[in-house]
């Protein structure tokens, strides 16, 4: 038995030309408004351009194949390239076997569906992680970076806000396990900075941001996970915090919604309140993330 390792990531375009096709897709084949395109397009220009998403984990598979000695590939669920074509191309390549882990810990099922349907095209099995979000390596890597972000800050008046993308209401309501999944790798996180702290550790609270900027059915306002970040700041800003340490535990490596909606527009709005902003290191391609995957797609690779 031949066997691969695939990492499957929501994905993003490197081209902006690419950007109305993209939105599409995630719109479920719905085209976006042009004040929606003129926006995103905005948050990608404010940035650079380009997000450094793709890239990063390229590098990351890279890395991940080197620990686990196994044919590694990145594939997208969203963009180029995507599920389907890795796993045919993989395939081609003699693989029989196709272990799976997605790039999003939390609702990690929607990942293995899309993998588990290419795969089956492509006659190949496949064995996927369903959900990895309390992974002790994962809880760990995130633990480290908030330790190290805390480093010279008064915890009597700082306040640590754990972040994850935000989701509409109706998904919840729907069964999906998103919230519950997020909420407990929070705590989780938690009570490793607690474990491993020699002193106080600062007020820790959860928000959701990123919220979409589309209506619902018919027009109406589409009701999103919360609270948002500006609730989230205005709660700090009340309770007289000095410092707000944000640390997106919803995500794994930079990309838009943090490089564009933490470190620009929450930072606005943290020092127009007059706060001082921070946020936690990404985990990206490095040791922390790449054991921690590694882990896991061993336990499939044996499976």
Not at 120 to 146: D, M, N, V
Not at 181 to 186: L, S, T
Request: glycine share 8%; aromatic share 6%; net charge negative.
């Amino acid at each position: 038995m031949k066997q691969a390792l695939l990492l499957v990531a929501h994905g993003t375009v490197d081209d902006l030309g690419d950007l109305p096709e993209f939105v599409t897709r995630i719109r479920r084949g719905h085209p976006a408004p042009p004040e929606l395109l003129a926006e995103l397009r905005r948050r990608y220009e404010a940035i650079g351009g380009q997000s450094p998403l793709n890239a990063i984990n390229r590098r990351l598979a890279a890395r991940v194949e080197e620990a686990t000695g196994v044919t590694t590939r990145i594939a997208n669920r969203l963009a180029r390239p995507f599920v389907n074509e890795v796993v045919a191309e993989l395939a081609k390549e003699g693989a029989t076997h196709l272990a799976s882990v997605p790039l999003a810990q939390y609702s990690a099922h929607v990942y293995a569906e899309a993998v588990e349907a290419a795969a089956e095209a492509a006659g190949i099995a496949a064995t996927c992680a369903k959900s990895w979000s309390e992974e002790p390596a994962l809880i760990a890597a995130y633990a480290g970076a908030i330790g190290e972000a805390l480093a010279g800050i008064d915890a009597s008046r700082a306040t640590v806000v754990l972040t994850a993308h935000s989701l509409p209401v109706a998904a919840i309501r729907a069964g999906d396990s998103y919230e519950r999944e997020f909420r407990a790798a929070a705590e989780a996180i938690v009570t490793r900075l607690v474990s491993r702290a020699g002193e106080p550790l600062p007020r820790t609270v959860v928000a959701f941001q990123s919220q979409g900027m589309s209506a619902g059915p018919g027009g109406k306002p589409m009701e999103w996970l919360g609270p948002d970040l500006t609730a989230t700041i205005d709660a700090c800003h009340a309770r007289g915090d000095r410092d707000v340490v944000f640390a997106p535990v919803g995500f794994l490596a930079d990309h838009v919604e943090i490089l564009y909606d933490l470190d620009l527009e929450a930072r606005g709005w943290v020092e127009e309140r007059g706060m001082i902003f921070h946020r936690t290191r990404s985990l990206n391609d490095g040791d922390a993330i790449v054991g921690a995957i590694a882990g896991v797609a061993k336990t499939l690779l044996h499976a």
